[in-house]
């Protein structure tokens, strides 16, 4: 069974404190890794997918990597702005219909 | 523009009556998805579409019904038989849900939040 844990559950940071958010990965063949951002009382927006150990991608404050076993978003210098919680999933390659796999996510607070 | 659009935001469902939830893509995306998200749990798959009049369960599709009778339309009705409906529900969709396909990103649409009376 594919398994998707997010640490920590919930992260404050100050304005301009660097920090990462962790996903560990259990998943029979990856096929790929998705990052979204949820803000409270809205559908998650798409962030990243990685798709294969050793890639980064990159997106204004943030950063992806993958690894055979999880996965990092690194936030640096995050302003009030970036507060949301950050979903993880996986996608196997034995799976039918795009199905993910989700963590329950991290709650990111950025005070000024 | 293009994307999903759910309606409506909020619903109220009474004791023993069945309530439908719209979802509707203007992406022109073969397959579609409803999750259902409980406070501090991750998104759960309820039933997913990969081409018109075909559909499949989920991992929690017991008390829940879905037709794909439009390419763009993917409504779920939540039954009486489910018995903890409250909850915010959630549509997606991708490019492509057949199997031999690699790596499709999935869209989500803005929510409804089912309210028990």
Known sequence: EDQVTQSPEALRLQEGESSSLNCSYTVSGLRGLFWYRQDPGKGPEFLFTLYSAGEEKEKERLKATLTKKESFLHITAPKPEDSATYLCAVQARETSGSRLTFGEGTQLTVNP | ?117
């Not at chain 2, 309530?19 to 997913?48: F, K």
């Not at chain 2, 017991?62 to 409504?75: D, T």
């Not at chain 2, 009486?80 to 991708?94: D, E, H, I, R, V």
């Open chain 2, 1 to 117: 523009d293009g994307g999903i659009t759910q309606s409506p935001k909020y619903l109220f469902r009474k004791e023993g009556q069945n309530v439908t939830l719209s979802c509707e893509q203007n992406l022109n995306h073969d397959a579609m998805y409803w999750y259902r998200q409980d406070p501090g749990q991750g998104l759960r798959l309820i039933y997913y579409s990969q081409i018109v009049n075909d559909f499949q369960k989920g991992d929690i599709a017991e008390g829940y019904s879905v037709s794909r009778e439009k390419k763009e339309s993917f409504p779920l009705t939540v039954t009486s038989a489910q018995k903890n409906p409250t909850a915010f529900y959630l549509c997606a969709s991708s490019i492509r849900g057949r199997f031999e396909v690699a790596q499709e990103t999935q869209y989500f649409g803005p929510g409804t939040r089912l309210l028990v009376l």
